[in-house]
């Protein structure tokens, strides 16, 4: 562990200084593509300005014989778009134990460092983890000349990761955020689940055998479905918010059923996710709407700041009591509403509309 004192330096000569705070850039959607994937890059300069975030893919779903391909479909991409203030590039990098990060890692920096804001790891088992790629990224930087930090994401996908994640968290000023990767850390689990996110029909709790009918334990009962992945996404929402970082629902992968997405996403952003990745063009407009404060919650957090005047003490509203912490709850929607409206003309209308 670095002494607190040290936490803020640069780990190499010529690198640029740490970010202190890690900046609130909106981030609703992590969209997800192929460099490799000719039809896929072709439409990547038509979606900048749509997107929060578009990722050049180079780890797990691109083909081996193709990593090469992606990593320089990347760079060929990154150089030829202006991606703007609306829209960030980042990039997920093959594992740390494969042989492809390396090139990965030293290709990206020297060629697009001033282009990428977040490099996403894969796997990440613990802070020794981070604490490799923060000073490979520091001597890349001070060699490519870059005056901007690149930024870190790590996915939480191994059992081990999840035991360090606020280590993890804390490894590096870089950290920006956290992934939930369901597929994979279902597997180090050895979770009995097939599928990449989202529910099982199989994780449920029933209805108590009905008194007095026959055969009551056979009888019609009420079943529920449980979400897998409350404990995980609890866990990761704590540890970013303890060091200040940013924590996402990764992928869903069932394209199809949009509205178990949309409800997975919900679940995440109600838990304090500020985004998920989208895998496929319509998953984008979900999560924009999910991780976007509704019109009437920012509407009714209006209310609420104004009836608390100063902003202590409690008072009634519509018939429920209203006190300084139901306040702070009205305050991140505000600033979250604020923040996403600010580059977001049609957001910023609806919320002028309920305002009234
Ligand atoms: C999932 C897909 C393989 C589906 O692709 P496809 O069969 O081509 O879908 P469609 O025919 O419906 O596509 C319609 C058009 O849209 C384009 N398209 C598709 N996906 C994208 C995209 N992500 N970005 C941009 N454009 C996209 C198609 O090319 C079609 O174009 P056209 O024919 O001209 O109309 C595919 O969507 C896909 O590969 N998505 C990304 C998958 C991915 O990145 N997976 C990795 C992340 S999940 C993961 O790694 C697990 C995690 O780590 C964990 O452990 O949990
Ligand atoms: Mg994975």
Redesign the pocket.
Known sequence: MRSAKDFFAPLAVGAPAPVREVPARPSRMI????PS?E??AA??PS?VGTVDVLLG?L???VKAENKEKARLGLVEIAKATDFGDATQLWTRVNSLDSPWVLDDLTTLVTEIGDKLDVIMV?KVQGPEDINYVDRLLAQLEARAGLTRPILVHA?L?TARGMANVEEICGASPRMQGIS??????AADRRMKTTR??GGHPGYLVRQDPPAGVEDAINADRAVFQQDLWHYTIARMVDACAMHGIFPYY??F?D?KDVVACEDQFRNAFLLGCVGA??????QIAIAKKVFSPSAADVAHARRVKAAMGDGTGAVMLDGKMEDDASLKQCLVILALADQLSAGDPELAELYKEEAK
């Open positions: 969209h997800f593509f192929d994937n039809k896929m439409k990547i979606m893919n780890e797990d779903a894969p996915i996908e939930l990767g369901p597929a994979d850390l990449v996110g990764g992928p992968g394209i990745w989208s895998l496929h063009p319509a």
